[in-house]
Each structure stands twice: as C-alpha cells, then as structure tokens.
C-alpha cells in the first residue's frame, strides 16, 4: 500500500473510526460498493492499519448468526486517517449516524 | 433462513474453492458471517462483491512479489501444513545430523591425516611366513629390522617399537599406577618425524642402558605439575629408575592415547615396525624390499612355528600407517554411515512422498495463480522459497543436535576407539549438516515442482480430487509415490535384515560355549614385577592368596594362572612331536600354553573329559605332568592314545619332557566363536622357572554374588603381597560385557535404525493407501454399488500394498544379498547370508504392513456407495 491513501481506504479507516466493525457495516456507512470494500481491508490489513479478529463465539450464537469478522483501527491506521482526513475533507463533512448496536441484525 | 440466503451461501461456498487454499475457510466464514446477518437489501452486493474479492485475493498474491513475500507466504503455507512441517523438519534435523555425525567421525578417524609431518608416507611393517595363520597381530622380526633399517633403498628410516603395561611412578614412596609404556628403537621418534616438546629426543645410537624416558603431555601434568624441573628426574617404571630426558607435545599420542611413557630399548623378538617411504616410493616397493632382505636372515626354526605357525619364506607387508591403525574400526564405520545415509533418504523420501501428495491436492492452485499471470517461474520460486524455509529450519535443528551429539560421542565411544580424540564439529562439519538439509528439502520439493510444470488450468478446473474413477497406479504422481514407496521398503528389508544379522551374532557371541563357565568368577591381575618378585617368591604369594581366598565362606576355589579366558594374549610353544611308531617322521607341533594353579580347572569350571586335572600329587619332585585340550588331540594325537603320551616339551629348564595326564574341553578363549586351538596346561606348582608371565591372573569362584568379595581379595592380597597393587578387578561376565561393547553397540545401532526406517516406511505406506482409499473414493462405491463385498473391497486395498511391499522387499533382500559380504568383518557366528536374518527381516516388516493397512482398508470397506455416489 502505497503512501497516498486512496479515497475508499480513508472512508472506510474513517468507518472504523467512528466505531463500524465489519464488512456489510462499513458498506452501510460508507456506502462504497462491496467489491471494494473488502479488497480494500485487505489492503489496509497488509499495510498495518488495520487488524481483524474473529467475534467471541458467545457473542455470535447470542444472535444467532456465525461469528463475524471484526476489523478495529491500529495506532498506524489513526495516524493515516488524520492525514488522509486532510486530503480529502469531504469526509469530514459526512454526517455522523449512529453505530448501530453490535449485535447487530437483520 | 430464505431460499435466497439459502442459495447465497451455496454460492460462496462454492466460490470458496476458487480462493486461495491458505485463506478459502476463512473466506468462507468471514462471508457466510454477513450473508447470515445482511439486511436483505444489501444481499444482491454479494454476488459482485465475493468473486471481486476472490480475484483480489489473487491478484494481491501474484503482486506481492519478493522474496519478502515469498517468505511470509511460504510460512504461511508450512503453518497451515503443522504435522506436515514438523515431520519435514524433523526428518530433515535427524537425517542431517546423524549423517554428518557419522560423516565427522568417518574423515576425523579414517580420512584425517596422522598428526605427523608428510605422514601420508608413513607406513607399518609386519611380516609373515608363507602358509601362516592370517589373523594374528602384525609383527616385525627383529632380525628382519636390523637387517633393513640401515641399507634401505625404499624407506628414509625404519622404526621398532613393543608397548606392555607396566607399573610407574614418579616418587619412590608412592605405590605407582598401572600404565602403558613403550620400549622403542631409538629412531622411532625422528621416523614418525616428532620432537619432543620439552628436552631432546634420543640421540641417534641411544642404548636402554642410558636409563632415559620420555613422557606424556598427561604424565609431566599428572607427575610433576608441568614443571620444567621435570628434566632429568627420576621416573620409576616396574622398579627401574630412569631419567626424564623429554616431554612429548599434548598432541603426541602414538601408538594410542594410553602410552604415557616411551623408552628406548626394545629388547623383545617380535616387535611393530613402523617405517617412512622415501618420496616416489610405493608400499608394494618397500614390501618387495623388505622380503628380500628379511629372507636373507636366519630362520626362526621352532619359534617361526610357534609365532607364525608356519617356517615358510618370509613375506613382509607394508601398509599406510593411517590404515592400519584405524583398520579395525574401518568397516564398522562404513557401515553405520551407509544406514544413517540410507535412513536419511528413506526419510527424504517419504517427506517427497507427502509432498507429491499435496502438489496433487494443489493443482487448482497453482492453475489459477498461472492463470493470473504468475509465470511458472515465479511459481517455481515460490515451492523453492517454502522449501528453502523447510531446509533451513532443519538444518538449525540439525546443527544443535550435531553438536549436542558430538559432545555424548565421547561416552558412546567404546575404549580403545581409534583416534576418537580427532572427531571434532568444525566448520565444514557444519556447512555439510546445512548442505544435506537444504539439498534435501529442495530434492523432497523438486517433486511438486516436476508436478506443477505439468499442470495444465483446463485439466486442472475440469477435475475434481475426488472425482476420476482410477486413481491409484492409473496416474503419474500414483506410480511415482508406489516406486518411492517401494524404495522405502527396499531400504527398510536391507536395514533389517542387517540388524537381523547383526543381533543373531550378538547372540551367538554371547551364547556361544566357551568350555568354562563365566557366572560366579571373580578375577583380577596381579602385577607382580621382577624388580619386586623373584620366580619363587611370585609362586609363594600366589599360593597364600589362594589358601586364604579358599578359606572364605563363599569361595569354592581359588585358582591362578599367566593368562586368564578373553584376554587375547597367548605363550605359544612349539616341539617336534615324535612319531606314534617306527619309521614315521617327527611332526612340528604348535601351541598355546598357559602354567595354572592346581586347581584352575575347577575355578574355571572347565570340562575335564578324561584323565584328571592337577592335583596335589604334582609336586616339584614328581614327573612333569600336563593336561592338553580336544584340540591338541583332534590336531595331533589321532594316531595314539592322549593319556600318557609324553610331550618333549619344556615348561622349565629342568624338564626334559611331560606326560599327558588329562584332556580338557575346548576352551575359546577370546570371542568365543574362534576354533579352538590345540592348548598344553601345565601346573606351576611343578615349575622351577615359576610362572611364564609377571602378570599373573586370580580366579575365583563363588558360591554368592562374585562382585560381592573384591573388597576380602583386596585385602588379602594387600596383607600377602604388599608390593603388588590389584588390578582389573571385575567378574568374568562383565569382563565379556566390554568385550561385546562394540558388538552390542554396533547392533543396537543399526536396530535403532532399521527399526526408524521401518517405521517410515510403514507411516509412508499408510499415507499412500489413505490417500488412494481417498482419491478412488468414487470408484470404490461404484465397485460396492456392483455387488463386491466389504471384504473384496479391503482386500483390494491390501492386496495393493502387499504388491508394492512384495517388490521393494525382493529389491531389498536382493541389495541385502550382494551387500552382506561386507558385513563379514563384523558378523561371527552366523554366516553373512543366515537364512534366519534373511526370513526374520521380511517377516517383521509384512507384520507392520499388515497393520499400517488396516485402517485405511477398514476405511475403503466402510465407505458408504449412496453418499458417495451421490455427492
């Protein structure tokens, strides 16, 4: 990953941000398409500023669904953000909806 | 949950196959996770979303493209792999090391030049008599010596030397040690091309009568601190002063680390010779030398039979010093090496094996990543760099168990081991443990690699693993693991029918009847020097010792003797033997004699089949009287009765001639399995000249454990002859166990490596029948649907492994057959072609084929033809 960030990679750094944690939540904030979103925690994975675990497996039966994969920001990816925040200052005018609640649901 | 997520998730799942194999189950889960809990809006993003992340995926493998990557790859690959891994590194670590090991030893004794000057040309001279005993230790003749050394054409020098233990010490008061010392000619130092560290070395006409002596690195430490003072002191040995006039560098140990003293004087006949070539010279052209010139000496008549067994010409044979001393350790060596170098392929083998294996599994895996655009090249890369990983993560086991096993090698080492102090880890030792580590890794991954090259993405996407009806021989990764499996068996038939070999010779050297009985005997040697003792007063503390040992609860007889069974020394003795009747011609007669206590049969325990052993009635004053064994009589007294024949034989000066009063069982005096050899006993007691040796040795039998009165032998001995110090206290038994250390050490290897190659072999032949039983899946079931029976269908898979055992164990006994004639240094008592070794090995490894087969046949019997088929 190269040292610009491109725009979805800061979107979706600024979604976890704001507390989204997993794929189809970060779509539903971001509102990029899936094809890219994945590829993209991917990318941010392999670069450091990101980090995914897998939910605990009570969490998951609780809802009754599989565990899902969570990606939480790294200290890296909070100091990408800022700079990518800068570049591209759209994103800091997004408004801010609340993180549904974890267990989220269908 | 809907039709729709129902039909999402069976998508995925089936996408899921074309991801990466390292991260489908991830995938899969991470997928499945949000298709289960979307808002059903958002589930038609999946069907975009999932295979541009699968394309991802890939195309984020084919740009991560350093070696960086390749690395991290490859370890991700191997983590995936755990049990795979591990036996791959262990195999590597174990294989690597035990051969290097061996290896080591093998240049550090066999190869590693003598630590003497240009001692390539260094040689030892015996010689011989046409028509004489071949096994005998190699002797020079002094005349043979003094008739060379000074004219030759061949050699620069020609050296003598005797070494004998003897009792040293370095103050008068002490009571001296047990020690080594050598007798030399006084060249023996300038041949072998060594000064000494300390002092000069003896001048050229240096006579034993200048009392002078040259020690040890370990004796000037061990007797005077390492101090320079040391210089013409006193150092007394078997009660003769001498004068320290050297001392030897640290790393002089010749002729073996045991020497701590060397002298000049070597008075004795026989003598070992040890010359150097002039340069250009060959060992053949010193021999033919050395013939020629020892044929112009006297013969040695009755002597020359006596040593020899033969009075025929001369014949001198010159070997390379470096041979000839390591000459007993040399096929032994060779040997373990070839195993260890056999067990580490077999090993290699089956990793390749798995390897093979899992290429096949890989298949769709590499189609796709060259579907992508990773060349093959860079996918070739890619198996060298996972391998490389495999190889180098052996070769670190590997070096710390080289080096943790070159420091045990020291106690494993029998006495007596030739050169064990040149065995030493260096740096090439290490660089071949890290070179048969990669190599191999890379050989087990040049499989997958000749695989992959084949892979063509059609074949490759239109077939499923579990799909072709075949499989097993049918295709090439099938026939090419049946041949590498069969190898392993091969391998596995040879190592055990060697073991075999080897383990029924342990047996029979340690079964064999010796003609005594070696349980309930104490023994010791008694050194008793002439300096000390005359003759008479030797025979006089003998007596006492055995009179109060016999007074000992416990003790059923006592007895004493020159020589005792095992240790391989002889006094042999040869007479003409007149004819049975008129007009026959004299016989020349050869034998090994011994003078014993009266009643050294009974301590023995040996046989006296007719007439009767001594007894008090032989005194001084009465006839000589001796006993003879089976084989004096088997080889010279067929033509007449034994008891009473009288022998014109000469114990002592006063005897004329002795008459045979009884005949003892054969007794086998060193391995036990030698042919016994005419042997005269003759009773000391009737000895004027005492005993033939100053060294004499004690038997003594009990009733207990022997073991348990050493300590009353001790103080009896101390309280009878102070001035003689006991020693090589210790049971007979156990005086056979340090005699079988190298035997016994030698099978428990080998067994220890037939038994591992065995074992490979059978987790090699379980995996292939496992991974067949999987792959024909699909054709077993169609061959269950058509009516076979479990038990046709398990004794199919059986059968399969039965054929591939059959034919790697006929190679095997095939390569076992040709090579067992090198075994025949180390095999005694059963022939090298024993049929029992040649059955037993066989049997044992279709026993573990048999049960390596079961599961994987009880596998195929169970297989369920409706789900299968149906899937």
Not at chain 2, 250 to 276: Q, S
Request: glycine share 8%; hydrophobic share 50%.
């Amino acid at each position: 990953m190269g040292a610009r960030l491109s725009y979805s990679a800061v979107a979706i750094l600024n979604a976890l941000a704001e507390g989204r944690r997993y794929g189809f939540d970060i779509i539903d904030f971001t509102g990029l398409p899936s094809a890219t979103v994945y590829p993209t925690l991917g990318k941010l994975e392999d670069a450091g500023f990101v980090s995914s675990t897998w939910e605990a497996h009570a969490t998951a039966v609780r809802s009754k669904r599989p565990p899902r994969r969570n990606y939480e920001l790294r200290a890296a990816g909070k100091r990408a953000l800022s700079e990518g925040l800068e570049r591209f200052r759209l994103l800091r005018d997004v408004p801010t909806t609340p993180a549904p609640d974890k267990a989220g649901g269908r | 949950m809907t039709a729709k997520r129902e039909r999402l998730l069976a998508f995925l799942r089936f996408l899921s196959r074309f991801a990466p194999p390292w991260q489908q189950d991830e995938w899969l889960r991470e997928w499945s996770a949000e298709v289960e809990s979307a808002p059903s809006a958002r589930l038609a993003s999946v069907i975009i979303g999932a295979p541009a992340h699968v394309l991802w995926l890939w195309r984020r493998q084919s740009q991560l493209d350093s070696i960086g990557a390749d690395v991290r790859y490859g370890l991700r690959a191997l983590r995936r792999r755990p049990a795979f891994t591990l036996t791959a590194i262990g195999t590597l670590a174990v294989g690597a090391s035990a051969t290097t090991t061996l290896a080591t030893i093998i240049s550090g004794v066999l190869l590693k030049p003598l630590p003497f000057p240009e001692s390539d040309r260094l040689v030892r001279v015996s010689e011989t008599r046409e028509g004489a005993a071949a096994d005998r230790h190699p002797v020079l003749v002094r005349e043979t010596l003094l008739a060379w050394r000074d004219h030759s054409t061949t050699l620069t020098s020609l050296a003598g030397y005797s070494g004998a233990a003897a009792t040293s010490r370095a103050d008068v008061s002490e009571s001296g040690d047990r020690v080594r010392v050598v007798g030399m000619t006084a060249n023996l130092f300038g041949t072998l091309g060594v000064r000494p560290a300390l002092g000069t070395g003896p001048a050229p006409d240096a006579q034993s009568a200048d009392r002078a002596v040259w020690l040890s690195d370990a004796a000037w430490r061990r007797y005077y601190q390492r101090s320079p003072a040391a210089l013409g002191r006193s150092f007394w040995i078997d009660g003769e002063t001498y004068s320290v006039a050297g001392v030897m560098t640290p790393d002089f140990a010749f002729p073996d680390p045991d020497t701590i003293a060397w002298i000049v004087g070597a008075e004795v006949r026989f003598l070992d010779g040890v010359g150097r070539l002039r340069p250009g010279i060959t060992a053949a052209q010193a021999a033919d030398e050395g013939t020629a010139r020892s044929r112009t000496t006297p013969g040695l008549g009755q002597l020359g039979i006596a040593v020899f067994g033969s009075n025929g010409p001369a014949r001198v044979i010159v070997v390379p010093l470096l041979s000839a001393l390591t000459e007993a350790a040399r096929p032994s060596l060779l040997m373990l090496f070839v195993a260890a170098a056999l067990l580490f392929a077999t090993g290699v083998a089956n990793v390749a094996s798995l390897q093979l294996a899992h290429a096949a599994s890989r298949r769709r895996e590499f189609a796709i990543r060259s579907a992508l655009g990773a060349g093959s090249t860079r996918t070739i890369r890619q198996l060298v760099v996972e391998h490389a990983i495999l190889g180098a993560a052996g070769a670190a086991v590997a070096v710390i168990l080289t080096l943790w096993w070159n420091r045990l090698l020291p106690d494993w080492l029998p006495d007596g081991f030739p050169r064990a102090s040149e065995v030493t880890i260096d740096t090439r030792a290490l660089l071949l443990t890290l070179a048969l580590s990669l190599g191999a890794s890379q050989a087990f991954g040049l499989l997958p690699l000749w695989f992959v090259r084949r892979v063509r993405l059609a074949d490759a996407m239109a077939e499923d693993g579990t799909a072709p009806a075949g499989g097993g021989l049918r295709t090439h990764s099938g026939r090419l693991r049946a041949a590498i499996l069969a190898a392993q068996v091969g391998v596995a038939t040879l190592l055990l029918v060697g073991a075999a070999l080897l383990g029924r010779s342990l047996h029979a050297l340690s079964m064999s009847d010796r003609g005594y009985d070696l349980s309930h005997l104490l023994t010791a040697q008694l050194p008793m020097p002439q300096h000390d003792f005359t003759r008479l007063e030797r025979i006089a503390a003998l007596d006492g010792i055995i009179a109060r040992m016999e007074q000992v609860p416990g003790v059923t007889h006592a007895a004493a003797s020159d020589i005792l069974p095992l240790v391989p020394l002889e006094f042999p003795r040869s007479f003409d033997l007149p004819p049975a009747g008129p007009g026959g011609a004299p016989r020349p007669v050869k034998a090994a004699s011994r003078s014993v206590s009266r009643n050294y049969f009974a301590a023995l325990g040996m046989r006296v089949a007719e007439g009767r052993g001594f007894t008090d009635a032989d005194r001084m004053e009465s006839p000589p009287s001796i006993v003879v064994n089976r084989a004096f009589v088997r080889t010279y007294l067929t033509d007449r009765p034994a008891l009473g024949t009288s022998l014109p034989i000469r114990f002592s000066r006063e005897w004329t001639s002795a008459t045979i009063v009884g005949v003892a069982d054969d007794v086998r005096q060193q391995t036990g399995l030698e042919t016994a050899s005419p042997q005269i006993f003759a009773c000391y007691c009737q000895m004027a000249q005492g005993l033939l040796g100053d060294t004499p040795a004690l038997a003594i039998r009990t009733t207990g454990d022997p073991a348990a009165l050493a300590p009353t032998l001790r103080a009896i001995v101390h309280e009878v002859a102070p001035a003689s110090g006991l020693t090589s206290v210790m049971t007979m038994e156990t005086r056979l166990k340090e005699q079988l250390a190298v035997p016994r050490l030698l099978a428990g290897l080998v067994v220890a490596i037939g038994a591992a190659a065995l074992f490979i072999a059978a987790v090699g032949l379980a995996g292939v029948l496992a991974h067949q039983v999987a792959t024909r899946s699909r054709e077993l079931s169609i061959r269950a649907a058509l009516g076979a029976s479990r038990r046709q269908i398990a004794g199919g898979v059986v059968r399969g492994a039965l054929t591939v055992t059959l034919v790697g164990a006929s190679i095997g006994l095939v390569a076992a057959f040709v090579l067992a004639r090198w075994l025949s240094t180390v095999v005694t008592g059963v022939g090298v072609h024993d049929p029992i070794a040649f059955v037993a090995g066989p049997l044992v490894l279709l026993v573990v084929v048999f049960i390596a087969s079961a599961a994987p046949a009880r596998r195929a019997a169970a297989i369920d033809p409706a789900k299968t088929l149906r899937a």
